[in-house]
């Protein structure tokens, strides 16, 4: 890409999807629009890859062989056993849907997932997660709403011995 911009700026263009009616527990949260158009801006941008034609839905495949056996001799090409520990933490602990695994929405497994089958187990057809909650601030409001409903059932428990 550099030889066929060596002094001229380029440029990005991005596309913003409404996700919001399944992205969002089910449509609760709207993309707010008035806010749009929506803007990004990117300093010192380098985009490694390899030049395609656009039209081409699917581009031949030993015509990016050169640049992908440079991108893979790259130091982000390869994640070390730490960084790949640390992400497994991460994933374990924030993770609670995976489209990967939403056989329902999805039920080809689209090509860029690499289905973990310890991972799997964890998540119900939907993607989601199957046990162990979602969002902490979500299991600390189920269990207060559990507590009041205890409160309550003893106080009319209470009310009626009377």
Request: charged share 30%; proline share 6%; hydrophobic share 30%.
């Amino acid at each position: 890409m550099g030889g066929d911009y060596p002094s001229k700026p380029m440029s990005l263009y991005a596309t913003i999807w409404d996700a919001s009616s399944w992205a969002t527990n089910g449509g609760k949260y709207k993309v707010n629009y008035e806010y749009a158009p929506f803007t990004s801006e990117f300093k010192d941008l380098v985009l490694d890859g390899c030049a395609i034609d656009p039209i081409q839905k699917f581009p031949n495949s030993t015509a990016c062989s050169e640049t992908d056996t440079w991108l893979e001799s790259r130091d982000y090409a390869v994640i070390t056993p730490k960084s790949r520990s640390a992400m497994r933490r991460f994933r374990q602990r924030y993770m609670y849907y995976s489209y990967c695994y939403d056989n329902v929405r999805y039920p080809i497994t689209p090509p860029e997932c690499a289905v973990d089958s310890n991972e799997k187990q964890r998540f119900r057809n939907t993607g989601r997660l199957r046990f162990g909650g979602s969002h902490r601030k979500q299991a600390r409001m189920e269990r207060a709403r559990r507590k009041r409903r205890s409160r309550a059932a003893a106080v009319s428990d209470d009310q009626t011995d009377m």
